[in-house]
């Protein structure tokens, strides 16, 4: 497991640009496959966007392809969400999550995924 932070979060209009930042402590994110999910208010926390651990494979949600984008530095240990044109419907708690597997693969399904952040909010408005 790694401990995992988030930030970049914030309220913006729809239309606009953030780039969420996930932050892993202690240890170096190399080994691990990583993802991005969101929860809105009321609803169940859905898969957005996952990098496999080489950096080689991105996977995104249909509500989100397009419009975002997944990258990691492993140097910096930090893997990033690059959001561009935002709809008040992406509003939500963002978190990123961690799977350390033999294999280099994306995983969308929460329960594949070891380790989690605490999240960072996003809030779009039209």
């Known amino acids: 497991q790694v401990q995992l932070g988030e930030s970049g979060g914030g309220s913006v209009q729809s239309g606009d640009s953030l780039r969420l930042s996930c932050t892993a402590s202690?240890?170096?994110?190399?080994?691990?496959?990583m993802g991005w999910f969101r929860q809105a208010p009321g609803k169940d926390r859905e898969f957005v966007a996952a990098?496999?651990?080489?950096?080689?494979?991105?996977n995104y949600a249909d509500s989100v392809k397009g419009r975002f984008t997944i990258s990691r530095d492993d140097a910096k240990k930090t893997v990033y969400l690059q959001m561009n044109s935002l709809k008040p419907e992406d509003t939500a708690v963002y978190s990123c999550?961690?799977?350390?597997?033999?294999?280099?693969?994306?995983?969308?399904?929460?329960?594949?995924?070891?380790?989690w952040g605490q999240g960072t909010q996003v809030t779009v408005s039209s």
């Open positions: 990098i496999s651990k080489d950096g080689s494979n991105t």
């Open positions: 999550a961690a799977r350390s597997a033999y294999s280099s693969y994306t995983y969308s399904s929460t329960s594949q995924y070891d380790s």
């Open positions: 202690g240890s170096s994110i190399a080994k691990f496959n």
